[in-house]
């Protein structure tokens, strides 16, 4: 479970603030808002990356300074717009960096850890490409192998920033049905932000969406008119 109690996001300056709430695992999160109104400035607080103006952020009753280093590891995994892997590396190894924090010094997979992230290749369908370069597959292919690897971490909470930004529409489907079955099937709370609106609120089990103008971030049901949204968020149209 994730809290918010009294945060105010920003930097020196309040960006937004944030009505105390409670994310959950086994939910799908999507985040909405203008450009340049603070979701990653959100997201890289919830990682931890950055502290809010003001208030408090609990995950599971304690806060990320109170937990290990091990402990953060099982609880946050990040995914970014951009790839961030290593190029040149296999399908295979790339997934496998997620499990870096439970391996020793010289990063040697167990028995244990190979069974994780070919577990993770067969849910993803990646089995077909795992000896294939990161430089010879699709855009859409290393998106969902990134994916992969924050699963191999095993964490709680998975946060993605524009994870379908650089795809097309057949690939945005595929990453948003997969992030929506693996928030309900292995009972992880998903959090993305996404400028794909029509595909988001097909998929959400929440919408948290950014009023630049007021300073105020809100929250949104399933059920919400996805016109309501549209308009209380991005102003009429």
């Known amino acids: ?8 996001i920003g930097y020196k300056e309040v960006l937004f603030r ?3 709430m409670q994310l959950n695992k086994g939910q799908l999160v999507t985040l909405i808002g203008p450009n ?9 607080t919830v990682l931890g990356l950055q502290q809010p103006v003001s208030g408090k952020l609990f995950f599971n009753g304690g806060t990320l300074d109170e937990m290990t280093k ?3 590891a099982s609880l946050l995994s990040h995914v970014s717009s951009k790839f961030s892997g290593v190029n040149y590396l296999s399908v295979y190894d790339l997934i496998a ?8 010094m010289l990063n040697v ?12 290749m067969d849910q993803l369908d990646l089995q077909g490409i795992a000896t294939k370069s990161t ?12 994916i992969g690897k924050a699963l191999a971490q095993e964490t709680e909470i998975i946060i993605l920033d524009e994870p379908t930004a650089f795809l097309d529409y057949n690939n945005r489907r595929k990453v948003v049905r997969i992030l929506k079955s693996i928030a309900l099937e292995q009972n992880k709370l998903i959090i993305l932000t996404s400028h794909d609106l029509e595909l988001c609120f097909g998929h959400s089990d929440k919408v948290l969406g950014v009023d630049k ?3 105020l971030l809100k929250v949104f049901d399933s059920a919400a008119p996805k016109e309501q949204i549209i308009q209380e968020i991005f102003g009429k149209y």
């Open 70 to 72: 091990g402990s953060k």
């Open 135 to 146: 430089t010879e597959i699709s855009d859409g292919e290393r998106q969902i192998a990134m």
């Open 1 to 8: 479970m994730l809290e918010f109690q009294d945060i105010k």
């Open 36 to 44: 340049g109104s603070g979701k990653t400035t959100f997201l890289n």
């Open 109 to 120: 997979l167990t028995a244990a850890d190979d069974s994780v992230v070919n577990r993770v």
């Open 213 to 215: 103008n007021n300073k």
């Open 18 to 20: 944030v009505p105390d």
């Open 97 to 104: 960096m997620g499990r870096a924090p439970y391996t020793n």
